[in-house]
């Protein structure tokens, strides 16, 4: 039983993302028809994209507050694969020449430059289909549990709050420029919907009440715009050999990052406060919030 | 309340629809967000293609089989709407110049040509998302109702059994020669599986018993048939002014159609048989299927 490895005791902050990487990935497998079920090109597509190599953060932050709130681990593994699979098929879509046009993801060819913009266009399509699906399917939860769940799956990811609302205004903002507040309230949409919903669904599942659920939703809040603060700091700061990708691809396409807007110093400063308010948040939460604070450390000193 | 006005007593099948149509657009247009919700060009986006005149087929096929085995009139409603954002995100990303690159549809500049592909695209992502949320938060519905919709709506839009699957299967077989048995096999799913989930989530929600869902979803299979046989039947046959779009466009594309693989005469006396297996399918269903009996006729002998 893959769900039984993240039952165990967290030795550390490595294993566990490790774990739970390997947990939601083997079910991710099991989810997914197999790359011969037919229409196979879509399949195929699916799988290409699904198994490049993410770091499953969503699903290990659902994961982190579920299991910080007392969930079961067997309980959050369905819904964590939903929200990896929103994930992946924002990616794709995202990458499509019409979007960010992007030729390379993680080292390898992007989904439609490996199986074609039309195939591409319908694996993100199948993908999000799939993931409502899993939670609508999930007899572990209650079907109460499940709504709630596919409630804030869905808001995370739509319009006018969410993901593909981000990333219009994204698009919108390309032809413009953009001052500190619309950057961050960019990317709260673009990247911080989706894991404040996912730092939320594991609330849900634990049966959170609802001042644990405010506290849980701040803490996110902070997490997503720390990982988005990093990321473009990532972008000026790593090695391509760190990063797996081109560094440096966002100056070049002239996008509002922080430190273009800021300035590196500064950017590192903005990212240490934010951090604080981050942990900040977890301050009530009651009996130890110690996984969540170490995601928080994590994200401000990762390097890829 | 708009959703009384499907209660009312059916005084024609015409009626029928065009007070199913009143209800479901009225309801769609509180769903969605208002155009000038930011982002704009998104919301602008999906109303244009969400009211662009369709005959809202499957939220009256839902509302019929509803009715018909003694759901609420009001209970029907929100997963009616759910079932069209489904078929209108499926219209804008098929129009898409990667897929069947459409530039009309019902007469007007398809969604993308009207805002750009990526909006377009972004545009078709909401709306599933949306129609997923839609569901999970109808407060009319029990939860353990709302997940069994939700799962009905994902299989028949996503893959290897639903919408997107027969999408991608058509895509596949444009570029080789497609014998019947293949085209009706993409044809239940391309549009047959919309049609079929759409029917029995209106058995769902009407608590109908095994047997009663087993039944319609004989008969929605075959409802589902004869609309695409017709839909052939009406690209080589109807005026371009009965049909809003340009007739004889499957026949110049070379696609695979009855028509072009059985010849007229012949088509017709297939959907003649499809649409006595359809309506035999009800023969075991209890008190009245006058109404599902009409709208198998009105497929039948459509003209538009």
């Given at each position: 039983m893959p769900s039984e490895v993240i039952a165990e005791p967290i030795a550390n902050l490595r294993s566990f993302f490790a774990d739970c990487r390997a947990a939601v990935d083997a079910e991710l497998g099991r989810l997914v028809p197999a790359e011969?079920?037919?229409?196979s090109s879509v399949h195929q597509a699916i799988r290409w994209s699904l198994f490049?190599?993410?770091?499953?953060f969503r699903p290990a932050l659902l994961v982190a507050v579920g299991r910080t709130l007392g969930a079961a681990p067997a309980d959050l593994l369905l819904s964590a694969c939903a929200f990896e699979m929103i994930h992946t098929y924002s990616l794709i879509h995202d990458d499509l020449p019409s979007m960010d046009d992007d030729d390379l993801r993680r080292g390898r060819p992007t989904c439609h430059v490996r199986f074609g913009e039309a195939t591409a266009t319908l694996a993100g399509d199948a993908l999000q289909a799939l993931a409502f699906q899993t939670i609508s399917e999930?007899?572990?939860?209650p079907a109460e549990v499940r709504v709630q769940v596919i409630s804030e799956l869905a808001r995370g990811a739509g319009t006018p709050l969410g993901m593909v609302a981000g990333q219009a205004h994204d698009l919108e903002a390309e032809s413009r420029d953009v001052d500190g507040n619309e950057l961050e309230g960019i990317h709260q949409l673009k990247t911080g919907a989706l894991i404040v919903a996912a730092a939320r669904s594991g609330a849900i599942i634990a049966r959170a009440d609802d001042a644990t659920s405010a506290a849980i939703t701040d803490y996110a809040s902070g997490l997503g715009l720390l990982f988005q603060i990093t990321d473009d700091l990532l972008d000026v700061t790593a090695t391509a050999q760190d990063l797996g990708k081109t560094p440096g691809k966002d100056a070049r396409a002239q996008k509002a990052t922080y430190p273009a807007l800021y300035g590196i110093e500064a950017t590192r400063q903005h990212a240490l406060e934010i951090h604080e308010k981050t942990t900040t948040a977890?301050?009530?939460?009651?009996?130890?919030?110690a996984l969540l604070s170490a995601i928080a450390d994590f994200i401000l000193q990762r390097n890829a």
């Open positions: 011969e079920v037919r229409p490049a190599g993410g770091k499953r999930d007899e572990l939860l977890l301050k009530d939460i009651q009996p130890s919030t």
